[in-house]
């Protein structure tokens, strides 16, 4: 199956709120409410920000939310901070036991 | 708190074999309620996943490298293994494990380790 398509890079300012596409197929994103959010510091491992859609972790920051639409989901960071800075992948249930990432989006706070 | 651990040689030649082992501590690989999963990481590229491996024994495939892939278990040590034949320069990447409370994603990540294919 073929990565599911995220922006190369978005930026935002302290304060402000951002969103994150990952567009993906009716075969995968469009089929399923299975899509997860990872955050990826430099160096760093994946971290689980959002599962099944919009579902937050324990821990995680309420300023990270999740959504879809069709074959489109979406991660939303509200209150932008600078931690908030990293690399952030989409991943979805792609049918028969597989799964799929998206390309990921270095997010720069300006 | 559940940790995990990857480990393996750092340096594997063209067409030899890639093996890897994730220790778990602070939990068990015969959990029922969990899933093990193996995703590796090119330098300065995306995440991809490679497969996983269920308690009973059950393994799922990245269907891209299924051909070359095998991921076991070893109950009695807590830990779970990749192995991936005839490796290329474009095996070359960070290797992570993790633990999936379904199959559909992974909630706890091992630290990577960097495995170069070079000769």
């Known amino acids: 199956q073929s990565a599911l398509t995220q922006p190369a890079s978005v930026s935002g300012s302290p304060g402000q709120s951002i969103t994150i596409s990952c567009t993906g197929t009716s075969s995968d994103v469009g089929s399923y409410n299975l899509v997860s959010w990872y955050q990826q510091h430099p160096g760093k491992a994946p971290k689980l920000m959002i599962y099944?859609?919009?579902k937050r972790p324990s821990g995680v920051s309420n300023r990270f939310s999740g959504s879809k639409s069709g074959n489109t989901a979406s991660l939303t960071i509200s209150g932008l901070q600078a931690e908030d800075e990293a690399d952030y992948y989409c991943c979805s249930y792609a049918g028969s036991n597989t799964l799929v990432f998206g390309g990921g989006t270095e997010l720069t706070v300006l | 708190q559940l940790q995990l651990q990857e480990s393996g040689p750092g340096l594997v030649k063209p067409s030899e074999t890639l093996s890897l082992t994730c220790t778990v501590s602070g939990g068990y690989i015969s959990n029922s309620s969990y899933y093990w999963g193996w995703i590796r990481q090119p330098p300065g590229k995306g995440l991809e996943w490679i497969g996983t491996i269920y308690y009973s024994g059950n393994t799922y495939y990245n269907a891209s490298l299924k051909s070359r892939v095998t991921i076991s278990e070893d109950t009695s040590k807590n830990q779970f293994s990749l192995k991936l034949t005839s490796v290329t320069a474009a095996d070359t990447a960070v290797y992570y494990c993790?633990?999936?409370?379904?199959?559909?994603?992974?909630?706890?990540w091992g630290q990577g380790t960097l495995v170069t294919v070079s000769s």
């Open positions: 993790a633990r999936q409370p379904t199959l559909k994603y992974f909630q706890n």
């Open positions: 099944e859609v919009s």
